[in-house]
Structure formats: structure tokens, C-alpha cells
């Protein structure tokens, strides 16, 4: 054998840097920290976990629970890398049914923070507290025998301050902290979860019966409402939950969760079979939003892929891609086949409309001020009360120049959506929501560029029930949307009053609107300029303010919104993108009519 006089280039890792290499591919954040935690006190069989957290998880973190308990001979080893209860052997990774089996959860927290751990079994007469500190066992004492177990994590990353320099704001923290506890009270709805956040309580799900009832503790009723069961099955595998009806589907992607035993994971064949599975129910630019839950024979999924166990494989992939598309199509193909149609809901030509719709045309709601005609304009008789109840498109002070009426010819209205009117030589059909939409947007725009959004108080405030991060996000950005005339007040931990509205856009649908509202807010962070951030706050508000489809808009009305439509340059799209007219020019007709080209 030769031997060399100096050493080689392979050196074998001291221990304290092979455990702070496994702590970021884990402990990316607070958030993961808590995620950790919580899933070992779920596998040891805790009915009650409660999370409370000091400065985002960079100042505290502690998680109780009421488990089994570890005894003393067992809880300095858990702190040992790879040291798990859950396998026995490598046969066992194939089968895993546990949250946690890897073993690297407490050694990597512990090797990047400071730790202190009490736990106690059922037959102790004393507990057990350790002390450590950067991975090091520092102290073993004498506890009171709960049965359970508390871990204290302070100090995080306290020996890693490059780690902490890529850490987002608190608040930012926090949220991740929230969605962490969020999911597993998704996944456990029979266990009751509850966070708090500077000794403030920010979440509080007691025990339930049902994953249905679970989100709506999460997501409110307002979520249920607009949901619809998801149920399918083959051998081996079984799709349950919830999905946003597609009538309802939003830009945003929130929320879009996935369970696969228990698990929240990514997976892109899933998602895109939810996709598939909305296939053209779905708008162009909107999302899918679901809440699922795969339930699948444990040796048909691998989830020892990543080293937070946020992504599986399938070993049959395209099965259950089509198991899951097939439960939603079917899901929605029953939300679109069953209608209820009240006898009063008929119109005089025979076409259905929802109750709702009915309703509106027996009630019309109030939109603003009266209608203010052009001289020289006609109001038939009797028109004249109806028509200051269903005006909509008149303001105070236009800051435009009003279009000669006589370009505008109102020629009546297509299934109570669409607008058929002249403009000039052309005949032009106009969507009654976009057109107004743009209207609304295009003066809530130039208010907010002289900085003159007014607002009009609410003669009885409207009160919202958000989940408590929701309530909190509004909070935080308050005072930028008072400047936007909007009046929002937190009352208690989970609820809004809506206060004032910005002058000009009449009555909302606050519950509808918030919910629009927070998806904007959540972007906020990312906009790159103010402007940014508002334009989509104000598209939200004109569609919200904005006339619906189905209802019914008489003559004079009609001529008033395309005459405000044509004045603001006939714009062919609302703020989201989707078309406000069809025109057909005079010489477009002569050719359909054959009066040229002969």
C-alpha cells in the first residue's frame, strides 16, 4: 500500500455541522419548527394541541399536548439524529402511516435553538424536563407528572444568523405559523387545536365530527356556501372534500389544499387534474379552489421524497390523476344539473331565472342617487319612480365631458344581461356588469389619482366573520384602505363591520367583497408600487358596485350607463379582463342582409 505524507481532500464532517446541514433541509423557518412539532404530538395520539408563539417563532415557540408522553430513559434519545419509535426496519418506509419516521425533526430543531422539553407517561410518578442548547443535552430535572409533552423552542438560530437574515418580516412569519396550524386542524378535525400569538389568541378549533365541519370553522360559512362535495373512489384509493362552485372561482389560489393520508403535500399531477377536472366550467384567469383529501393505501405512495415531507409519488400516478379528475368533474356536473326554480321565477317569455334574480326584479336594490338624463331625453310614464330606484351610474361631480344623447339609442335588454343599444351607425350589444364595472372602475381611478376618494358611511354598518389571520390582514392595512374610502373596523377576533363604502358605488355585497378584498391584500407584500397594490382593490370595488346579470334595466337606464360607457372611451374590457361589448357595423349589417357584395 502507498502511503502519501499529507492528507487528502475528502474530510469526513465534524458532528455539529452534519446536524445543522440536516436542520436546513427541515427547519427552513418558525414555521416549520411548529409543523414538526405538532405532527409528532399527533402520532402520539394527542386529543388536545395547543400552539403559542412569541415574535413570528423568532422570540418563542411552544407546543403542549396531551399524548402519550415519552419516560426518561426515552426523551434525551429522541434528541439523537435519526433516533425514531416509528420504523423498525427499511421495509417499514414502504408502508409508512406515521406523520414523522425520518428521526430528524427534535435533532434538528434542537441543534439550531435553545430547548426545553417536560413530558411525563401515564404510570410516572415524576416527569422528566431536559435543557438544550445548539443540539447539547445541558440538564435533566424533575417535573410534575402530565401526562403529555411541552416543547419550548427560544433562541431560534440563534448560533445561524445568516439563516435568520433570510427570514421574512413577522407578520410575514406568523401567517406561514397560522397556515401551518390551519392545515393540520384540516387534516385532524376529531383533535382540537388551538394558537396564540403574543399571549393573543389568533386560532381556536375545538374538536369535531366531520372534515366538513372543520372547514367551516376554517373557511366560514361563506366558503360552504359556495362549495360543493367532492366524492370518489376505486380500489385502493378514495377522493373526498370540498371545491369552490366555478361560478365562484377567484383569481386566487387560496385555498387550494391537498391531503394524501392525513399529509398536506404538493403534487402537480393532482393539481392538474383538478384543473382538468373544471375543465370549461371554469373562466378564463380564475383558479381552482379545493380543500381534498386522498385517502390511498399507504404502499401505493411514497413520501420519503423530500426532507420536509412536503412532496409524494404515486406508484400508479395516472389512476389516481384520473380518480380525482373524474370526482371533480362530477361534482360540478351535479351543481350545474340541479336548478331550483321557484313558480314565480318565469318571466312573460318563458326563460328561467334563479330566485335570486326574481327576487331582485320584485325588489330592486338601491345603487345611488337618481338618474340624471340628458335634455331633451324621454322617460316614459310611469318610468320615472322605477328609474331612480335602479339608478346606478349617476355621481355627484363627473369629471368628464356627458356624451350628446343623441349618439346613444337604447334599444332594450337580451335575458336580462345583455344590453342591445346604437351607438353612432353601429349596433352594439353591451355585458350590463362589465360595462358598469369599467364605468365604476374608471371613476374610482381618477379619484384616487387627485387623492379624492370620498366616502359614504353606511346608514347601518355591515358585520363580516372572517377567520381570525383574515381579520388580522384587514387590521394591518387599515389606514391605506380608509385613503381608498374604505371603512373598516375589527370587532372582537373574528369579525368586520363594514363601515363606509367610496362614494359613488352604491351597495355592496360586504362578505362577497371582503373575501375579494383579502385575496388583494395578500399580494400586497409582492406589489411593486402603490399603484399596484390599489388597481386590483379598486377593480373589486366596481365589480362588487357593479350591476348583475339578471337585472331587469329599463330604457332610460339603459341609454344612461352606454352613454357614461361611450364617454369613458369604450373600453372593450372590464379590470379582470373579460369583454364589455360586441358591435356590428352598419356595413357588416349590409353584408349579413346582402344589401352589398352582390
Not at 430528524?104 to 434542537?110: C, D, G, R, T
Not at 352613454?563 to 361589448?581: N, S, V, Y
Request: contains cysteine; glycine residues 8%; aromatic residues 6%.
Amino acid at each position: 500500500m502507498v502511503t502519501t505524507g499529507f492528507s487528502g481532500k475528502i474530510q469526513i464532517l465534524p458532528g455539529d455541522v452534519i446536524s445543522r446541514i440536516a436542520a436546513g433541509e427541515v427547519i427552513e423557518r418558525p414555521a416549520a419548527v411548529v409543523k414538526e412539532l405538532i405532527e409528532n404530538s399527533l402520532d402520539a395520539g394527542s386529543r388536545t394541541i395547543t400552539v403559542d408563539v412569541k415574535d413570528g417563532g423568532l422570540g418563542m415557540i411552544r407546543v403542549t399536548d396531551d399524548g402519550e408522553g415519552m419516560t426518561r430513559t426515552d426523551a434525551p434519545q429522541a434528541f439523537g439524529r435519526h433516533a425514531t419509535s416509528k420504523l423498525r426496519s427499511d421495509r417499514d418506509l414502504w408502508s409508512i402511516r406515521t406523520m414523522g419516521f425520518r428521526g430528524e425533526a427534535l435533532p434538528s430543531i434542537a441543534s439550531v435553538s435553545k430547548v426545553q422539553l417536560v413530558t411525563a407517561t401515564k404510570g410516572d410518578a415524576i416527569g422528566t424536563e431536559l435543557q438544550l442548547a445548539g443540539g447539547q443535552l445541558q440538564q435533566v430535572l424533575d417535573a410534575p407528572p402530565v401526562v403529555g409533552t411541552r416543547i419550548e423552542v427560544t433562541e431560534l438560530f440563534y448560533n445561524q444568523p445568516a439563516r435568520k437574515k433570510f427570514l421574512k418580516s413577522m407578520p410575514t412569519e406568523s401567517s406561514h405559523i397560522t397556515h401551518v396550524v390551519q392545515q393540520a386542524a384540516l387534516a385532524w378535525p376529531s383533535v382540537h387545536f388551538k394558537l396564540t400569538s403574543n399571549a393573543q389568541e389568533v386560532l381556536n378549533y375545538p374538536a369535531v365530527s366531520t372534515a366538513e365541519d372543520r372547514i367551516g370553522q376554517i373557511y366560514r360559512q361563506m366558503f360552504l356556501d359556495r362549495a360543493v362535495a367532492v366524492q370518489g373512489e376505486q380500489p385502493g384509493a378514495a377522493i373526498s372534500g370540498m371545491i369552490i362552485d366555478a361560478n365562484h372561482a377567484k383569481a386566487s389560489r387560496t385555498p387550494q389544499e391537498l391531503f394524501v393520508n392525513r399529509r398536506p403535500v404538493r403534487n402537480a399531477a393532482i393539481l392538474h387534474a383538478v384543473a382538468e377536472g373544471y375543465g370549461s366550467f371554469l373562466a378564463k384567469g380564475h383558479q381552482p379552489q379545493f380543500v381534498l383529501f386522498l385517502e390511498i393505501d399507504s404502499d401505493s405512495v411514497d413520501v420519503n421524497v423530500h426532507p420536509a415531507k412536503r412532496e409524494i409519488r404515486f406508484a400508479a400516478n395516472e389512476a389516481i390523476h384520473q380518480l380525482v379528475r373524474r370526482a371533480v368533474r362530477q361534482a360540478l356536473g351535479r351543481r350545474e344539473s340541479v336548478v331550483q326554480v321557484p313558480q314565480d321565477s318565469v318571466s312573460e317569455g318563458g326563460a328561467v331565472l334563479p330566485a335570486s334574480v326574481s327576487s331582485w326584479t320584485q325588489t330592486p336594490p338601491v345603487f345611488g342617487g337618481p338618474v340624471v338624463l340628458p335634455a331633451g331625453s324621454d322617460r316614459p310614464a310611469g318610468e320615472a319612480r322605477q328609474a331612480e330606484q335602479l339608478a346606478f351610474v349617476s355621481e355627484a361631480a363627473e369629471s368628464y365631458v356627458r356624451v350628446p344623447s343623441s349618439e346613444v339609442v337604447a334599444l332594450g335588454q337580451l335575458n336580462r344581461t345583455y344590453l342591445v343599444v346604437q351607438i353612432g351607425g353601429a349596433l352594439t350589444i353591451i355585458d350590463q356588469h362589465t360595462v358598469h364595472e369599467r364605468v365604476l372602475f374608471e371613476r374610482l381611478y381618477r379619484a384616487w389619482q387627485a387623492r379624492g376618494m370620498a366616502a359614504q358611511p353606511l346608514l347601518i354598518p355591515e358585520s363580516v366573520e372572517l377567520t381570525a389571520p383574515q381579520a388580522a390582514l384587514l387590521q394591518r392595512y387599515q389606514g391605506d384602505l380608509e385613503k381608498l374610502g374604505l371603512g373598516l373596523e375589527p370587532f372582537g377576533t373574528a369579525t368586520v363591520l363594514v363601515r363606509s363604502v367610496p362614494l359613488g358605488i352604491g351597495k355592496v355585497d360586504a362578505g362577497g367583497f371582503l373575501q375579494d378584498l383579502l385575496d388583494d391584500l395578500s399580494q400586497w407584500d409582492r406589489a411593486s408600487s402603490l399603484e399596484d397594490r390599489v388597481r386590483p382593490v379598486l377593480a373589486s370595488l366596481a365589480c362588487h358596485g357593479a350591476v348583475r346579470a339578471g337585472r331587469v334595466m329599463e330604457l332610460p337606464e339603459i341609454k344612461h350607463l352606454a352613454a357614461d360607457w361611450l364617454a369613458e372611451g369604450k373600453i372593450q374590457t372590464c379590470p379582470h379582463g373579460r369583454r364589455t361589448a360586441y358591435h356590428l357595423g352598419i356595413e357588416e349589417l349590409e353584408k349579413i342582409f346582402g344589401r352589398v357584395g352582390w
